[in-house]
C-alpha cells in the first residue's frame, strides 16, 4: 500500500515561491509515475505536473517555466518548485502516484493519493 504525505503549502504574495513536498513510503520508485495536480471547490481536478522513474517531465502550459518537478531517488520524495506565484495558482494541491503510463491529464489513472496541501497567493 502507497501512501502520501505533502508538506510545504501556505500563504504567500504573487510573484512569491514555494516548495511542496510529498513523502511516498509503502512502494518502490521502479516503473511508476508521480505526479502534482490542484483543484479549486468547483473545479475538477486538473494535473500540474508529472515525473517518471526515468526523469522524464511534463508540465501543464499554464505553469510551464515557472514550476519544476522533482523527485528525490534515495528520500522517496517528490516536489514542486512553484516561482512567480499567481493569485490564479490558489488551490489545493495533491500528490499522486501511478504507473509509468498514467496521463496527468487524467486523474482517474492515478490509484495513490495524499491528503492534499493548501496554497493561497494573495495579489
Known amino acids: 500500500q502507497v501512501q502520501l504525505e505533502e508538506s510545504g503549502g501556505g500563504s504567500v504574495q504573487a510573484g512569491g515561491s514555494l516548495r511542496l513536498s510529498c513523502a511516498a513510503s509503502?512502494?518502490?520508485?521502479?516503473?511508476?509515475?508521480m505526479a502534482w495536480f490542484r483543484q479549486v471547490p468547483g473545479k475538477e481536478r486538473e494535473g500540474v505536473a508529472i515525473i517518471k522513474f526515468d526523469g522524464t517531465t511534463t508540465y501543464a502550459d499554464s505553469v510551464k517555466g515557472r514550476f519544476t518537478i522533482s523527485h528525490d531517488n534515495a528520500e522517496n520524495t517528490l516536489y514542486l518548485q512553484m516561482n512567480s506565484l499567481k493569485p490564479e495558482d490558489s488551490a489545493m494541491y495533491y500528490c499522486a502516484a501511478g504507473g509509468y503510463y498514467s496521463d496527468y491529464r487524467h486523474p482517474r489513472e492515478f490509484p495513490y493519493w495524499g491528503q492534499g496541501t493548501q496554497v493561497t497567493v494573495s495579489s
Open positions: 509503502g512502494a518502490t520508485w521502479r516503473r511508476r509515475c
